[in-house]
C-alpha cells in the first residue's frame, strides 16, 4: 500500500479532513507521517489524536525553494521508510516553495491545495487577490507540484460565487469547505492509480 505524508505550517484543517476522510472512506492509503516545519502548528497536535506520527523540520531562517532545507526532509522521509515509488506527499498549507531537487526526486508524487482557480491567482494571499480583482466566481484547485509556483498539471477544482457583501475572510471560509470536499477525493484517485499525468493535463479514469 501506499503511504501519506502530509505536510503542514499552521492550523492542519486540510491535513485533518484528508485523515478522517482516508479512515472513513477507506481509501487505500497509509496515513504514515505529518511533517510541520513550524514547532507551534496547530495541526501536529490533531495529527497526533488521530494516530499519526508527527515530525518537525524548522525552516527559521532557510529560504525557500532551497535544497539546504528540503535536503533534511528527504531524511526525515527516508528515516521513515520512504521512498518516491511507495509514497503520496500532500501539500497542506505547507507555506514553502519546495526546491527542484525535491520535486524531481518525488517527481508526480507530490499535490497541492491551492485556494483559487489555477491559473489565477497563485502565490500568495489568493482570496484577497480574487476580491481586489473583483472575480464573481473563485474557489481552489488541487495540483501535482511542479517546479514552478502553482503551475504543475491539475487534478480537481471547485468553485464558489462571491458576493458583494462578502471581505477576505468570508471568501476564504466558502472556499475552505470545497477544499475539504476536493483533497481527499484527489488522494482517493491517486491512491486508486487513477490520475495519470499527460505533460500539462491529468487524465483522471
Ligand atoms: C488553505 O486554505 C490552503 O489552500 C492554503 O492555506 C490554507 C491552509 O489551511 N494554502 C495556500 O495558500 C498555499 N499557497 P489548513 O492549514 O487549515 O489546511
Known sequence: ????????????????????????NKIPIKPLLVISNKPNAKGLAIA????????????DGLKGGNWEYDSKLVSVLEKHRITPQNCLICLAGFMRIMSP?????????????HPAILPAFPGLHSQRQALEYGVKYSGCTVHFVDEGVDTGP?????VVK????DTEESISKKILKEEHKIYPKAVKLFAKGK?????RKTIIS
Open 48 to 59: 497526533q489524536k488521530l494516530g499519526v506520527k508527527t515530525e518537525v523540520v524548522e525552516s
Open 195 to 199: 490520475i495519470k499525468i499527460d505533460g
Open 1 to 24: 500500500m501506499l503511504n501519506l505524508v502530509i505536510l503542514i505550517s499552521g492550523r492542519g484543517s486540510n491535513m485533518e479532513n484528508i485523515l478522517k476522510a482516508v479512515k472513513k
Open 162 to 165: 462571491i458576493k458583494n457583501s
Open 101 to 113: 531537487e525535491f520535486i524531481r526526486h518525488y517527481k508526480g508524487r507530490i499535490m497541492n491545495i
Open 154 to 158: 491539475i487534478i480537481l477544482q471547485s
